[in-house]
């Protein structure tokens, strides 16, 4: 899961693009990275930690330009502690290409030796994002050759990229002296909207990962890109579109909505907070056929995505809804911080009690999702020292049981706690008095009822259906031992943790 965004103006966009990025810190906090043009050269500056710290009054005066695109990452393929991964990307033919990528390809080993036996493009690093962009730069060179670089050519280009890559990807690339590129995976999996505004100097348009980046820099969203679709938005800021692929349908990843997305985004017609309200009642639902509302005495959320979940939950039982826990936001989410040592380390620091809320009180603690669990068994334990009498937890999300191979930190069987776990053994695990978990079909159909429109989810991580239908076994295996052959590294946890500090202390 990456953020990313892309401008065309008539204006320098650098501060336009570092704005937009910062409302994107939740979609990844590894890495960022902004490239601006201006004629047809480029402007790179993107190194390791989060926006604020990536970039200085210097950095942001070498960006001159434009044009440009950014992104904010957080690492699912190749290797999460080199800067040299860090997007974006550029390759120099043809014309001259930079990218920035959402998502993973599940075929990116076999491109990789397709690209430097068949293509003769070499391959420097293990990010799938680098196979990307020389698919891309080698489909526009066929599509383009002995003729003018037309919005046609372009739209030719993406649509052989789609027969030859598979995942999950939403892009944005800037094409110099041409424009800006923008596409989407044919099932629509990972996010991507465009939007405008009419400035003095004339139209801008601004493609990004979620509709609060639009709004949240002054634009007005147009709509979601489509699946399969490719954009075009030429230098004066008109925009092309095309369908790409043969047989698109829109199988959003049910992910974003559970936890990934900003409450306040709107993606594929669907609100993110009107799901997650929905998905709170339908969990009331469960939790009134598995403990007696009676044996309730507040409802207390695990901050930030959860919040809308408990909140109707808490209408729906008929209990009071109340803050119990205290979340630093100085500190990462512990989801997507890379290294599992980093993650449990960082709980406490990033979460403390309000005791009046828990003492002499049956809780029920309410979290969007469990994934590994160790922060939920920490969490259940700083609310027993707190003085809870009994303490029940509810996710607002089924069991996370199978891994994920679309871009969100979960490929390996061995780190879900519900990976060959019932749940009683679950419950055991994290210390709860009872645990209450989200019905899959009942989330799908509450979720879905928002667009009508959709083909269904991208929900493999709860259900087990790949989607691209490319996945096997052996790709599962691939991915674990990408991951155990990279160290945890106790220097870059420890780069982290200065980091944060210094966040602290300057705050």
Same mark, same amino acid.
């Given at each position: 899961?990456?953020?990313?965004?892309?401008?065309?103006?008539?204006?320098?966009?650098?501060?336009?693009?570092?704005?937009?990025?910062?409302?994107?810190?939740?979609? @990844?906090?590894?890495?960022?990275?902004?490239?601006?043009?201006?004629?047809?050269?480029?402007?790179?500056?993107?190194?390791?930690?989060?926006?604020?710290?990536?970039?200085?009054? %210097?950095?942001? $005066?070498?960006?001159?330009?434009?044009?440009?695109?950014?992104?904010? $990452?957080?690492?699912?393929?190749?290797? *999460?502690?080199?800067?040299?991964?860090?997007?974006?990307?550029?390759?120099?033919?043809?014309?001259?290409?930079?990218?920035?990528?959402?998502?993973?390809?599940?075929?990116?080993? *076999?491109?990789?030796?397709?690209?430097?036996?068949?293509?003769?493009?070499?391959?420097?690093?293990?990010?799938?994002?680098?196979?990307?962009?020389?698919?891309?730069?080698?489909?526009?060179?066929?599509?383009?050759?002995?003729?003018?670089?037309?919005?046609?050519?372009?739209?030719?280009?993406?649509?052989?990229?789609?027969?030859?890559?598979?995942?999950?990807?939403?892009?944005?690339?800037?094409?110099?002296?041409?424009?800006?590129?923008?596409?989407?995976?044919?099932?629509?999996?990972?996010?991507?909207?465009?939007?405008?505004?009419?400035?003095?100097?004339?139209?801008?348009?601004?493609?990004?990962?979620?509709?609060?980046?639009?709004?949240?820099?002054?634009?007005?969203?147009?709509?979601?890109?489509?699946?399969?679709?490719?954009?075009?938005?030429?230098?004066?800021?008109?925009?092309?579109?095309?369908q790409c692929a043969d047989a698109p349908t829109l199988n959003p990843c049910m992910f974003?909505?559970?936890?990934?997305? $900003?409450?306040?985004?709107?993606?594929?017609?669907?609100?993110?907070?009107?799901?997650?309200?929905?998905?709170?009642?339908?969990?009331?639902? %469960?939790?009134?056929?598995?403990?007696?509302?009676?044996?309730?005495?507040?409802?207390?959320?695990?901050?930030?995505?959860?919040?809308?979940?408990?909140?109707?939950?808490?209408?729906?039982?008929?209990?009071?809804?109340?803050?119990?826990?205290?979340?630093?936001?100085?500190?990462?989410?512990?989801?997507?911080?890379?290294?599992?040592?980093?993650?449990?380390?960082?709980?406490?620091?990033?979460?403390?009690?309000?005791?009046?809320?828990?003492?002499?009180?049956?809780?029920?603690?309410?979290?969007?999702?469990?994934?590994? @669990?160790?922060?939920?068994?920490?969490?259940?334990?700083?609310? %027993?020292?707190?003085?809870?009498?009994?303490?029940?937890?509810?996710?607002?999300?089924?069991?996370?049981?199978?891994?994920?191979?679309? @871009?969100?930190?979960?490929?390996?069987?061995?780190?879900?706690?519900?990976?060959?776990?019932?749940?009683?053994?679950?419950?055991?695990?994290?210390?709860?008095?009872?645990?209450?978990?989200?019905?899959?079909? *009942?989330?799908?159909?509450?979720?879905?009822?928002?667009?009508?429109?959709?083909?269904?989810?991208?929900?493999?991580?709860?259900d087990g259906h790949y989607v691209t239908g490319d996945v096997s076994s052996a790709d599962?295996?691939?991915?674990? *031992?990408?991951?155990?052959?990279?160290?945890?590294?106790?220097?870059?946890?420890?780069?982290?943790?200065?980091?944060?500090?210094?966040?602290?202390?300057?705050?």
């Amino acid at each position: 899961m990456c953020g990313i965004v892309g401008v065309i103006s008539k204006s320098p966009v650098n501060q336009l693009i570092y704005d937009a990025l910062l409302l994107l810190q939740h979609r @990844g906090q590894d890495a960022a990275g902004i490239v601006t043009m201006q004629g047809t050269k480029c402007f790179m500056h993107k190194a390791r930690g989060m926006v604020r710290d990536v970039f200085r009054t %210097r950095n942001m $005066r070498a960006l001159p330009g434009p044009v440009g695109l950014g992104q904010v $990452r957080y690492p699912t393929a190749g290797n *999460a502690y080199s800067e040299e991964e860090a997007q974006p990307f550029y390759v120099n033919a043809p014309f001259g290409i930079v990218l920035v990528h959402n998502g993973n390809l599940t075929n990116a080993l *076999a491109l990789k030796e397709e690209l430097f036996a068949i293509d003769r493009r070499h391959i420097n690093t293990t990010s799938d994002t680098e196979v990307l962009i020389n698919v891309l730069a080698h489909e526009l060179e066929r599509a383009a050759r002995n003729l003018p670089l037309t919005p046609d050519e372009i739209f030719k280009a993406v649509s052989a990229v789609h027969k030859r890559i598979k995942g999950s990807y939403a892009v944005v690339a800037l094409i110099a002296g041409h424009g800006l590129l923008a596409f989407r995976d044919p099932f629509g999996i990972r996010p991507l909207v465009f939007g405008e505004s009419v400035t003095a100097d004339g139209r801008e348009v601004m493609v990004a990962s979620e509709s609060v980046a639009i709004e949240g820099t002054g634009h007005t969203v147009t709509r979601d890109v489509a699946p399969g679709e490719a954009i075009f938005i030429d230098l004066e800021g008109q925009v092309h579109a095309k369908q790409c692929a043969d047989a698109p349908t829109l199988n959003p990843c049910m992910f974003e909505f559970v936890y990934l997305a $900003r409450p306040d985004s709107v993606m594929d017609g669907i609100s993110v907070y009107q799901a997650r309200l929905n998905m709170g009642e339908t969990l009331a639902q %469960r939790v009134i056929s598995t403990i007696r509302p009676n044996e309730i005495d507040v409802v207390i959320p695990i901050p930030e995505s959860s919040r809308p979940s408990a909140m109707q939950l808490a209408q729906k039982l008929g209990k009071p809804y109340r803050e119990g826990f205290v979340k630093n936001r100085y500190v990462g989410r512990t989801f997507i911080m890379p290294g599992q040592g980093m993650r449990k380390k960082s709980v406490r620091q990033k979460l403390n009690t309000i005791g009046m809320e828990f003492k002499g009180r049956n809780v029920l603690l309410v979290d969007d999702s469990i994934v590994r @669990g160790t922060t939920s068994k920490e969490i259940v334990q700083m609310a %027993r020292d707190a003085g809870a009498r009994k303490v029940y937890m509810a996710s607002a999300a089924p069991p996370v049981r199978f891994p994920n191979v679309y @871009g969100i930190d979960m490929p390996t069987k061995e780190e879900l706690i519900a990976h060959n776990r019932s749940i009683e053994e679950i419950r055991e695990f994290i210390g709860a008095d009872a645990l209450i978990y989200q019905d899959v079909d *009942a989330m799908k159909k509450v979720v879905g009822a928002l667009n009508g429109k959709l083909s269904g989810f991208e929900a493999s991580c709860f259900d087990g259906h790949y989607v691209t239908g490319d996945v096997s076994s052996a790709d599962f295996d691939a991915m674990a *031992a990408q991951r155990s052959s990279q160290p945890e590294e106790e220097e870059g946890n420890d780069r982290t943790r200065l980091a944060l500090q210094s966040a602290n202390e300057r705050s």
